[in-house]
């Protein structure tokens, strides 16, 4: 168990539809991170957030959105889904942000467009 | 911009055996960090070991290593004694160092490689 924790486990949904996932840093952490997993596409990095502001940016569709909260917690909003979203989506966090720092990977939602 | 390349999609060893798994990448900077993680079939992606690009010697963690050739630009993790628990999809991950960068904060993963242990 890395400490991090992601909401729901599973999403089914409609094409059309917007979704919120949620992800809870271990105990400490100030740093979020997002991951899309897809079968095409492999591992990629989202975007990252540091104690409530936007810290790097990834291959992030405009109709995706995140923010992290004054409690740490972050949350991922996928809107007009299309077929292609379906993925595992992963959260991590590290102690700060810096590049040395190991990021510490949740079990990951994942997210099946119908 | 980076990439990371794992040329072995799946690979096998027999179990208490060794195997390596190779891992190329490609940058212009010269200060970076470099990490094999390892997912297995419960999907949670789970650090290996680490590696730092200004460091000369190889990491270590207890039964598995790196061979880090920084000229050649390769990162190779070496199990030994495979258990049947290192049966995984192993990636390979980099990230930059430079802190002015707008993907500081990124991992960039290759593939992956399927490893398969048998009995």
């Known amino acids: 168990d890395s400490g991090v924790t992601q909401t729901p486990k599973h999403l089914i949904t409609a094409t059309g539809q917007r979704v919120t996932l949620r992800c809870s840093p271990r105990s400490g952490d100030l740093s979020v991170y997002w991951y899309q997993q897809s079968l095409d596409q492999g591992l990629q990095f989202l975007i990252q957030y540091y104690n409530g502001e936007e810290r790097a940016k990834g291959n992030i569709l405009e109709r995706f959105s995140a923010q992290q909260f004054p409690d740490l917690h972050s949350e991922l909003n996928l809107s007009s889904l299309e077929l292609g979203d379906s993925a595992l989506y992963f959260c991590?966090?590290?102690?700060?942000?810096?590049?040395?720092?190991?990021?510490?990977f949740g079990p990951g939602t994942r997210l099946l467009v119908l | 911009a980076q990439t990371v390349t794992q040329s072995q999609p799946e690979m096998s060893v027999q179990e208490a055996e060794t195997v390596t798994l190779s891992c190329t990448y490609d940058t212009s900077e010269s200060d970076y960090y470099l990490f094999w993680y390892k997912q297995p079939p419960s999907r949670q992606m789970i650090l290996v070991i680490r590696q730092e690009a200004y460091k000369q010697q190889n990491a270590t963690e207890n039964r598995f290593s790196v061979n880090f050739q920084k000229a050649a630009k390769s990162f190779s993790l070496k199990i030994s004694d495979s258990q049947l628990g290192d049966a995984a999809m192993y990636f390979c991950?980099?990230?930059?160092?430079?802190?002015?960068?707008?993907?500081?904060?990124?991992?960039?993963f290759g593939q992956g490689t399927i490893l398969t242990v048998h009995p």
């Open positions: 991590a966090s590290s102690v700060g942000g810096n590049s040395q720092e190991t990021q510490y």
């Open positions: 991950a980099y990230r930059s160092a430079n802190a002015g960068g707008t993907s500081y904060g990124k991992l960039t």
